[in-house]
């Protein structure tokens, strides 16, 4: 199971006195030589964290790849194609949210989401849409054309305990039946070193992004050590 690591917050804290550290690639660097297999940042169209600079640097500079994170924008769609990153993930987004809020809106706007994935597609970028796990409705994520989809998993992480097992069968469920419907599954939304271990028991998904909990646990522990603990533990319950 891959891990690929938001950095988005560094940005946030380095935008915060508007200097030039802390350092995107640095910290991109160490992620890499820490377990992380891959770099997640989301451009968005308040610019609030990343920069468009901040995409054009990383995806000369990492020596794995960069999985950029944007909505169906076109000024950041421009940015995509000039770019060209390894995956463009598609998201929905607001501006007064303090994150990703839920999963795309396929169903209202399947016509729209097929018009960017092909326009990536046909520029060699892999597309996934960040979903919810509705199995009624993967014909109609099959429909746009993308390949890949990633769970948004914030309903379990924010669930209580005894709320947790019926949302990780649903889970469970979901992939098996996309699996079957010939996507690669991700997952990603609110995992942190709790409760991430579960969703690595589950066959079939093959990428976890994961950003807030290392970055927030590098205030503590360091970067490094952050990636590296999440690494470990994405291997060890991968296995179970």
């Known amino acids: 199971m891959l891990l690929g690591v938001n950095i988005d917050h560094i940005a946030t804290l380095r935008n915060a006195r508007g200097t030039l550290y802390p350092s995107l690639t640095a ?3 160490i992620v890499e030589l820490n377990g992380g297999d891959f770099i997640t940042i989301h451009l968005r ?5 990343i920069k468009e600079d901040d995409l054009y640097t990383l995806n000369k500079c990492v020596s794995t790849y960069i999985n950029l994170e944007m909505a169906c924008n076109e000024d950041v769609l421009k940015h995509a194609l000039k770019a060209k990153p390894y995956k463009v993930t598609l998201v929905p987004e607001r501006r007064e949210e303090l994150t990703t809020e839920g999963g795309l809106n396929v169903k209202d706007y399947l016509s729209k989401i097929t018009e960017y994935t092909k326009e ?7 597309v996934s849409l960040f979903i919810e796990g509705r199995i009624d409705q993967i014909e109609l994520f099959a429909k746009t054309g993308a390949k890949e989809i990633e769970i948004h998993t914030g309903k379990y992480a924010e669930a209580k305990p005894h709320e947790k097992e019926v949302l990780l069968k649903d889970i469970k469920k979901f ?4 699996v079957k419907a010939g996507f690669r599954v991700c997952a ?13 028991r589950i066959n ?3 990428e976890l992004n994961i950003g807030h909990s290392i970055i927030s646990q590098s205030i503590f522990l360091g970067l490094a050590e952050s990636v590296r603990s999440m690494k470990n533990l ?3 319950y991968g296995k179970i």
């Open 175 to 178: 992939t098996d039946e996309a």
């Open 45 to 49: 169209e308040d610019r609030r964290h």
């Open 234 to 236: 994405i291997l060890e």
């Open 120 to 126: 990536l597609t046909n520029a060699g970028i892999i």
């Open 27 to 29: 910290a991109a660097g």
């Open 188 to 200: 990603g939304h609110g995992l942190n070193y709790h409760n991430t271990q579960d969703i690595c």
């Open 204 to 206: 079939g998904i093959e």
